[in-house]
């Protein structure tokens, strides 16, 4: 662990004074000293390149760690002003010692700072340090973009991207991004915020207001009940509680068994809809947006409003029902509105009312919301147009899509829509004030595509053996020793977990790998390593990803001021967020069974995702012509399968993996009769795979929230032409997108146009480019490269509605659903970022008024 001394400068006067300040990553010295050493080899040095040939020597200035001058054998004196004055010096006879030229019998190193050997063949010297040395094979391996001309004209460990172990292995200081933010510039944002988040607070203090008239009913009060009046529960900050019914967070108020060895949770929405006469959770779902019209007013309706509202049903909200109904047979709210304790058969005592409790400091939801209203009211709205093209996008003079200074992608041809271009800018030509733009469209809730990301970086190796490198540890105190050996990835072709050696996965994600009858071989890694190590294992690759996102207010994990989720206390219990890495194989052309994909989902917060690094595999001719062979045999048994009955002695074709037999799949390619009226080969992408390795990574399918409820009519009325887990058409569903078991190939997004008229945003994702998904957009994504993405969510101001929106859909699921859990607990994050938002926005206007 390198200690806070570590990183300090070495400059030093004797042992009675040394530089306070922090050193420049790969340095020993801080910025200015740095400078002035630099500053004097310079001036010393009368041709370019000549500090070559001083590397050995040079290792004592800017990166060894022997020190400077601070064991000067001269006595000691006590330092005068005028001594400490020239302490920030630095003095000729250290330059001189640090450049001198080595004698005729000094043997120059030639060690590799990379492999610490140095016995190669020979060795690059870098003239920028003129300290560092890379041998020919180590460059060959581990930088193959680089040449040895770019080592000696400045080295990797000069420009910061040095992949050796020990650099990778570096703790890194960041300066906060906002240091050098105006004030009223930060003032403006926090008020914004504040606006953004009123909707949220105004649903929950009307919850809470309501459940407090019902309580002085209960108890017969003749004047109001206050906050004060309810018992306050002691909880720990680390502890989360959750309703035991649906699986909700609670915020604040909830009632709960007085029994202690019962103690049955029960949130507000679910109260509400067993006044309502309903079992909790037996409410209308919403698996669209139903309330486009009242957001986009900046309302919020309540749960009980949604519950009385009389829309079509989707047959997953039934099942739910239903199921409600079986565990609750006998479960009603007393005619006052208290509600009883459920029966023991729910693991409850069944016996006792459920009393109102709450868990924050009597009124302070309500303290909030009127001083959130105060801040926000000096806040002017921007009226955004949903139903025109962007001003600033036509300003711009962008409408030309094949210009490569466009700052819009064509990613839709929807007839009368003005939302087929999605904003595109480039991180290299952005300024500070491009934000406004990008809030134009996010407010819309369109997708953004960022370019060239990556160019704002150190440029930082993200080559898997490279990551590989740097996760593995070695030793009698590994910690994580199993990880470093084998992962578990899923098989595209039958989603069946299979366990790997991680350096083969690594291998087959550069060269590729197949089945035994030749089928590629798709394989994907989740998340690997853990969100939870990703720091304390990656902390270089960590902080690259980091610095490579654009718009920091809102995707910086720890400083974004629009990013609610960065105004937690420390102390508290946070989601996980990120970042998580996704790695998985690809291939060019859809194949139409065991494709490389991500399936149809839908995230409960915002999120980005950049693609970090790509890889072609090259495919032989004669791969090639089996892989045709097998479509063509594939197209055959899904026709007869799904359209003309089960053949239970038809021959299957099992393919052996490392640990298990696959299993086919597909991924919604069976074929119909339909597919002649379509015109449409289910094999072939609609984007041209004939290029060059130039070519997207990724093909990604983004969905606008209102098309969702005739996407999700569409999936329901075709579900069994789509196939999940062992090869087995998916006969049923909980809910078509999150269950995360469906994926639209070409045939299909052709057929969902055709039939509803819906279409996606469907466009490539390029190595560099990070791509913005709001909450509430279903999303797939195809890999066409073997592909390296790493992804961070976020709540932003603009879609935290949508977000709680969001969680009233995921509470219907069954109990055992993947999406269930209520993870995000974005109510909760909403009143700590406002709480966080109106104390700065108070000291900021308090300091402006001084």
């Known amino acids: 662990m390198t200690s806070p001394e570590d990183l300090r400068c070495r400059r030093n006067a004797g042992a009675k004074w040394r530089c306070s300040q922090t050193a420049i990553i790969g340095k020993l010295y801080c910025e200015k000293h740095f400078a002035q050493l630099e500053s004097r080899r310079r001036k010393r040095i009368p041709k370019e390149g000549k500090g070559c040939s001083h590397s050995g020597d040079t290792e004592k200035l800017t990166g060894g760690r022997q020190g400077d001058d601070s064991r000067s054998k001269k006595k000691k004196k006590k330092r005068s002003k005028r001594e400490s004055d020239a302490a920030d010096e630095v003095s000729e006879s250290e330059l001189d010692r640090v450049l001198e030229k080595p004698s ?26 003129g300290r560092k040395r890379y041998c020919y094979e180590c460059i060959e391996k581990w930088y193959p973009g680089k040449t040895r001309e770019e080592f000696q004209v400045g080295c990797p460990f000069c420009c910061g991207n040095c992949n050796c172990k020990a650099c990778l292995r570096e703790v890194l200081v960041v300066k906060p991004y906002t240091t050098n933010m105006d004030n009223n510039v930060k003032l403006q944002r926090l008020q914004y915020l504040l606006y953004k988040a009123l909707p949220v607070l105004r649903h929950i203090c009307r919850q809470q207001s309501s459940e407090l008239e019902i309580e002085a009913k209960i108890q017969g009060v003749g004047v109001q009940l206050t906050a004060k009046d309810i018992t306050r529960v002691n909880m720990d900050k680390e502890e989360r509680l959750y309703c035991d019914n649906c ?25 509400q809809e067993l006044r309502g006469g309903r079992q909790a959770g037996d409410v209308e779902a919403e698996t669209s947006c139903r309330q486009l019209v009242q957001r986009e007013r900046g309302q919020l309706a309540d749960s009980e409003d949604n519950a009385n ?47 109102l409790q709450r868990i924050f400091k009597a009124n302070w939801v309500n303290k909030l919301l009127k001083n959130a209203e105060d801040l926000a009211i000096r806040y002017k709205s921007q009226d955004i147009d949903s139903s025109q093209r962007c001003s600033l996008c036509e300003a711009s003079g962008s409408k030309d899509n094949n210009n490569v200074l466009s700052e819009v992608r064509q990613a839709a041809f929807r007839e009368n829509d003005e939302d087929n271009f999605l904003y595109c800018p480039s991180a290299v030509s952005m300024k500070d004030d491009d934000i406004e733009h990008f809030q134009r469209h996010w407010m819309r809730g369109e997708p953004v595509i960022v370019k060239c990301v990556l160019d704002k970086t150190s440029g930082l190796s993200w080559e898997p053996m490279v990551m590989w490198r740097a996760f593995r540890e070695t030793g009698a105190n590994v910690k994580f020793k199993e990880e470093t050996k084998s992962v578990k990835a899923i098989d595209c072709l039958d989603w069946c977990e299979v366990e790997i050696n991680i350096h083969q996965f690594f291998k087959g994600y550069l060269e590729g790998r197949m089945h035994q009858d030749g089928w590629p071989e798709m394989l994907k890694l989740k998340d690997w390593p853990s969100s939870t190590l990703f720091e304390e294992r990656l ?108 053949n239970e002695d038809k021959g299957r074709v099992n393919r052996e993996s490392p640990k298990r037999t696959s299993k086919l799949e597909t991924s919604g390619s069976a074929f119909s009769e339909k597919n002649e009226i379509h015109g449409l080969d289910p094999r072939k992408s609609v984007i041209d795979p004939s290029k060059d390795a130039a070519d997207g990574g990724a093909v990604w399918d983004i969905f606008r929230r209102q098309d969702v409820p005739k996407l999700v009519e569409y999936l329901e009325k075709h579900r069994e032409e789509f196939r999940h887990i062992n090869k087995l058409p998916v006969k049923s569903v909980v809910h078509p997108i999150h269950d995360q078991t469906l994926f639209l190939n070409e045939r299909h997004k052709k057929q969902l146009k055709e039939e509803f008229n819906v279409e996606p945003w469907t466009f490539e994702q390029y190595l560099g480019e990070a791509v913005f998904i709001p909450a509430g957009c279903p999303h797939q994504v195809r890999n066409r490269q073997s592909c390296i993405k790493v992804a961070l969510d976020f709540v932003s101001p603009e879609n935290v509605e949508e977000c709680v929106r969001l969680t009233e859909e995921f509470r219907l699921l069954p109990k055992n659903h993947r999406a269930k859990e209520d993870k995000l607990e974005v109510k909760k ?22």
């Open 309 to 355: 509202a009389q829309s079509q049903r989707h047959g997953w909200s039934s099942q739910v029902a239903q199921a409600a109904v079986e565990s609750f047979p006998a479960w009603r709210a007393y005619r006052d509105g208290s509600i009883p304790c459920p029966q023991k058969t729910c693991g409850s005592c069944g016996t006792l009312t459920l009393q």
């Open 539 to 646: 902390p270089r690759h960590g902080a690259e990803f980091i610095a490579a996102l654009p718009y920091s207010d809102y995707t910086n994990p720890k400083l974004g001021l629009l990013n609610l989720t960065t105004r937690l206390p420390d102390d508290l219990l946070k989601p996980d967020l990120g970042p998580k890495t996704y790695i998985a194989y690809g291939f060019s052309e859809e194949l139409g069974r065991g494709d490389s994909v991500t399936k149809l989902h839908c995230d409960m917060s915002d999120a980005v995702n950049v693609l970090m690094h790509t890889t072609r595999v090259k495919i032989s001719s004669w791969q090639t012509e089996i892989i045709e062979k097998l479509q063509n045999e594939y197209a055959a048994e899904d026709l007869h399968e799904l359209y003309g009955g089960i």
């Open 104 to 129: 005729k019998n000094e043997r120059v190193s030639l060690m590799c700072h990379q492999c610490q050997r140095n016995d190669k063949s020979g060795v690059v010297h870098c003239t920028k340090c």
């Open 829 to 850: 994050i909403t009143l700590y970022a406002v709480s966080s938002a109106v104390t700065e926005a108070k000291k900021l206007i308090d300091g402006c008024s001084d």
């Open 247 to 271: 699986n909700t967070s609670i915020v604040d108020f909830f009632r709960s068994c007085p029994i202690p060895s019962c103690s049955y949770d029960l949130c507000l929405t679910c109260c």
